[in-house]
């Protein structure tokens, strides 16, 4: 029987044969590959591969996300990346890129991701967030502070600078 040092296993049978010790090897990578990017129900077939780079994946997402907005598989693989690492900065930024991404379309991925990371991220972003899953965000949108979205202006307050007075019952109305 060989044990080689660094191995896990304590006790290994001299029965077990090679196709047994891949398949248990599969099924370990299987299990990361699940924690990763199974980090929101219902987003596991979608994968996206980081590029060679000495970049970290949290950087590389958010640049690849900036350069192509409009790819869905970009979006939740950087949801998943900060749900998983419990980051809720990082989750909070990547939905708000997500809902200003897609405009009205695509309310069903918005509430999904949404529901996913809402314990993450808090109520107060939840609540802001919810609001606007069936119509998506604008940029001069309100919201609350999001370090790290690469396509909010960074709105946190109100963006009306004049508004129009209500007529009051007392007040001449023009004829």
Known sequence: MNVTPGTRDIVRRTDLSAA????????AS?????????????????HVEPLPSEDDVTHQLSRRVAQDPTDARLHVARINHHVVRLDSDGAFAALVDLYLAFGPSAAGLRSRLLNGAHQLIGPERTTALEART???LVVKDP???CTGSMLSAGVTGETDIVRR???????????
């Not at 299987?30 to 979608?46: D, F, K, S």
């Not at 007075?165 to 004829?175: G, I, N, W």
Request: no cysteine.
């Open 30 to 46: 299987m299990e990361q590959w699940r924690a990763e990017h199974l980090a929101v129900p219902g987003t596991g077939r979608i």
């Open 20 to 27: 047994v010790a891949a398949a248990a090897a599969a099924d």
């Open 134 to 136: 069936a119509t998506g």
């Open 143 to 145: 919201m609350p502070v």
């Open 165 to 175: 007075r209500p007529a009051t019952h007392l007040e001449e109305v023009p004829a």
